[in-house]
Each structure stands twice: as C-alpha cells, then as structure tokens.
C-alpha cells in the first residue's frame, strides 16, 4: 500500500539532500581552485579565517534557528503561536548577530596577530565581521522552514547561497585574481545577498512586536543559548584541530590537513541530510507522546545510514591515494595518511550524525550541552598532546577518538531518554533496579 507519509519523508530527504549535495560540490570546487591558484599556504590561510567565521556564525545565530524548528514543529497546528516564534526568531537573531560582527570586527587584530602570528589574518577577519548579521538572519530563516517541514524552500535557500558562493569566489579568484581576500569576499558577498532576500520566505508569519512576543523570545533565546553552547562545543570536536595545527604548525600544514576533511565531509554528507529531516519528525513524534515511533525512526535511520557509509568510507580508503592527486595535486599528498585515521572516526561517529538532532528534539538541550563540553574537552587535550609530538598524524588521531567517544556517550543518553515513562519503568525492573 501507498504510505503519503513516508513519501513526503522520502521527498523531505532527497531535498535535504540535494541542499547538502550542492554544499558539499561547492566546498571542494571551491578547496580545488584556491588548491591549484594558492598552493598550500594560501588554503591553509583561507582555512583558518573560514573555521573561525563557522565558530563565530553559531554565535550569532544563538540557535533560535534550531529553537525555532523544535517549537514550530511542536505547534504545527497553531499558527498565531508559529508567527510569534518567527517575529521574535528574527529579531533575536538580529540582535545576536549584530553583537557577534561588532565583536570580531573589534578583536580580528588580537586573533590575527597574537594568537596565530598572521597579519595578514586582520583584514580578512574584519570583512567576515559584517556578513554575521545576515547569516544569523538566514539561520532564522531556514529553521523555520525546517520546522515547517518546507524542505523544498529550505533547501532553495541553502543552494542558493553555495552557487552563489561558488560562482563569486571563482570570478574574484580566478579571473581577478583577488588571492585569499578573494576567497573571503565570495563567500561573505553572498551570504549579505541571500541573508536578506531570505527573509521574504517567513513574510507571512511576522507580526508587529508586542510583550507576548518578548516573553517568546526569551523562551527560545533560553533553548538557543544551550544549543549555541553545543553546537560551538561540538565544532570544537571537528575544528579545534585545524586551528591547533595553525598554531603550533604553519599554514601549509592547516592546508594538507583541510584536504583530509574535504573527504570527510563527502562521508557526512548523507547523514546530515538525514538529520535535517528526523529532528523535525522526532520532536514532532515527542509532542504527541510518540516514544515508541521515535525509537522505531531511530533504529531504521542508524542502520541504513551505517550500511552506507561504511561503503563510502571503503572507497575513499581505496582510492584515496590516487583521487588527491587527481583532484588537488601530488604537492598535497601529505593528507593521505590523516585521512585514513580520520575515518576510523568520522565512520562510527556518521551513523550518530544521522539522528544527532535527537536529545535537542526533546528537550535535553541542557544535556547535550554537557555532553558536547567534555567531549570537546577531551578532544582539545588530545590534539594540544599529540600535535606537537606527532603533527597531523596527532590531529586525526585526537579527532578520531574524541568522535568515536562523543558517539558512544550521546548514544547511551539517546537510548535512555527516548522511552516513555512506562518503557523507562520496565527497563529498570529488567535490570533489578
């Protein structure tokens, strides 16, 4: 029989997917030019000022994207109380990301100049700065949608901004020759661009501001201050060792190392897509008491995403020696080795990925928090050990086990928190408790 609602959930994915897809193939066009007009120096530079623009974007954004999706989700059916979220999501987000670009811009000499010896980094820093308010803004954006289910216009949005990025930032590389300030301003251009024309897809749903609108906004800037705390806690996992190996290494090594993580996002890619679709559909299912559809979404989701990477990742294990070469040049065949221990980690913690958005969902964003805080601390130890002992080989291998360990630790709390009061209370007797 015709399932409509598995259906809509398969559309939802090819979308999400086809979003993240087109992210993905913009990153590496984007790593493949700056790669063959910069060499490894000029990536690892541009590297550097992009990861810190992706920590400063989680700030800015203060996660009332992702308290908008968990809300809107949850009262699908009340459509003044979605147009009081959304009015006061954008305004939060507007405020936060204003706050955000004023302070890199103030402070880009300090993180240029004392923390990686870089001055070159100042000017690059202070252009990011203003595109901080437009992405928070987005950001907004694109959670309500994804709580509306709109996965169609979700993923508009997010195509529209990686083409965007990819065709400036090869007119300013390539044809102007602009170098790494080139690189910096095509993404930085489009993300003002989109940022606002985004906006027009949540104009339906604002409204004049008024004090019910102000208690909203606290509510989720309460929810997003504990999912800002974790997702920037959770880039640490995945972040902090390109900006260690900034800082105790040179630019070109950041270099090598960025080409190793441009395979680990194609292993990934898959699960964020799926993630972006099964948040919605768990706090929804979480709503309405749902414990047993929610644990059912949970077990089919982690065993057909695990199925596939585990694939992916054999390829790229394969091949990989072969394919740097071929889509970079021999200069960068450096990151062969780290990409190898890399995904040891990124494999197991894939599968993870895939249904990651599950504590937030059913609000234990206070947990996620402190999950996401030992990990990455676990993880900046590792990496400040073992880079200036063993280099790359020390990052992937602190980033490997810091990913294998914070799938594990959020698996067991998954498990624990998606049953029902009934199922928790029959677990307990089971184990003689």
Known sequence: MFNPKFSKNTKDIQWSFLSLTTSSFAHLFLRLVLSKELGPSGLGLYTLVFTIYMFGMQ??????????TRYIAKYNEDFPKIKEFVTSGILGSLISGSVMGILLYLFSSIISNQLFHNPQMTNLLELTALCFPFIAMQKAVIGTLNGLKEMKWYAIVNISQNVLVMVVSFVLVMLLK???????????IPTILVGIVSLTFTRDFLVRPTKLINTVLKE??????YVVLANSIGMINTQVDSLMIGYFMDEASVGYYAVAIIFMQGVLLLPQAVQSVTTPSIATYYGKGGFYNIRQLLKKTMSNVFAIVICISLILAIFGKFLIPLLFTEEFLPAYLP?????IGYSIYATYASIGGCLSSIGRVQMVFKIDAICAGLNTVLNF???????????????????IFTTLINLHYIRRYSMGDKDRKGLRCSEGI
Do not use: H, K
Request: hydrophobic share 65%; no cysteine.
């Open 59 to 68: 700030f800015a954004g203060f996660g009332i994207g992702s308290a908008l």
């Open 178 to 188: 602009l170098e790494v300030r080139g690189a910096v301003l095509g993404f930085v």
């Open 220 to 225: 989720i800037s309460g929810f997003g201050f």
């Open 339 to 343: 990409m190898l221990i890399l995904l």
């Open 385 to 403: 050990a073992l880079i200036p002992q063993f280099g790359l080989i020390g990052a992937a291998s602190a980033t490997s086990i810091s990913l």
